[in-house]
T-cell receptor, first 110, second 113 residues
Framework: AQRVTQPEKLLSVFKGAPVELKCNYS??????LFWYVQYSRQRLQLLLR??SRESIKGFTADLNKGETSFHLKKPFAQEEDSAMYYC????????????FGQGTILTVHP | DTGVSQDPRHKITKRGQNVTFRCDPI?????LYWYRQTLGQGPEFLTY????????KSRLLSDRFSAERPKGSFSTLEIQRTEQGDSAMYLC???????????FGDGTRLSIL
């Protein structure tokens, strides 16, 4: 079975501070990991995926297979980063269904 | 292209009634997914279509739920004899085949009175 755990439901930081949203997963094969973001009154949208190894809006995430983690990081948080963030896993044997974590609400204070 | 479109945005109904939701995926996307999201939880997978074929169904999809994608374009999700526990946000997503990301719609929020 595949499972995604986001241990923090709420995370608050001040503008300019570093931020790290934690994600741990459980999967026996080689997963594909994603971060999705939902801004206020907007639809869920893809932020980044581990196979792209890119930085989007200053965010990066590295897949650590040893620790089964895919933490999302940004060195200097901005107020516009305030949103709900979901970590999601796609197993290699499925047709692409995503297994989501419970989500973390990030609030960046001015 | 406006992205994945879902209709209606909100549905309020009495327990025991049937409801049907519609999803129009991004054109050319041959994969279509339905998810359900309850308060405080992430989306949970319900079912998946590749073109018109329903290829995977979650155990969450009881026999009161049925989904179709008759011509490989739009999809409908029907819930018969609704129950209180069906209250949730129902999300639709679509993608191209291969290692392509899923694009989500705004969802249909179902409230059972």
């Amino acid at each position: 079975a595949q499972r995604v755990t986001q241990p923090e439901k709420l995370l608050s930081v001040f503008k300019g501070a570093p931020v790290e949203l934690k994600c741990n997963y459980s999967y026996s094969g080689s997963p594909e990991l994603f971060w999705y973001v939902q801004y206020s009154r907007q639809r869920l949208q893809l932020l980044l995926r581990h196979i792209s190894r890119e930085s989007i809006k200053g965010f990066t995430a590295d897949l650590n297979k040893g620790e089964t983690s895919f933490h999302l990081k940004k060195p200097f948080a901005q107020e516009e980063d305030s949103a709900m963030y979901y970590c999601a896993l796609k197993g290699g044997t499925s047709y692409g269904k995503l297994t989501f974590g419970q989500g973390t609400i990030l609030t960046v204070h001015p | 292209d406006t992205g994945v479109s879902q209709d209606p945005r909100h549905k309020i109904t009495k327990r025991g009634q049937n409801v049907t939701f519609r999803c129009d995926p991004i054109s050319e996307h041959n994969r279509l997914y339905w998810y359900r999201q309850t308060l405080g939880q992430g989306p949970e997978f319900l079912t998946y279509f590749q073109n018109e074929a329903q290829l995977e169904k979650s155990r969450l999809l009881s026999d009161r739920f049925s989904a179709e994608r008759p011509k490989g374009s739009f999809s409908t999700l029907e819930i018969q004899r609704t129950e209180q526990g069906d209250s949730a946000m129902y999300l639709c997503a679509s993608s191209l085949q291969g290692a392509q990301p899923q694009h989500f719609g705004d969802g249909t929020r179902l409230s059972i009175l």
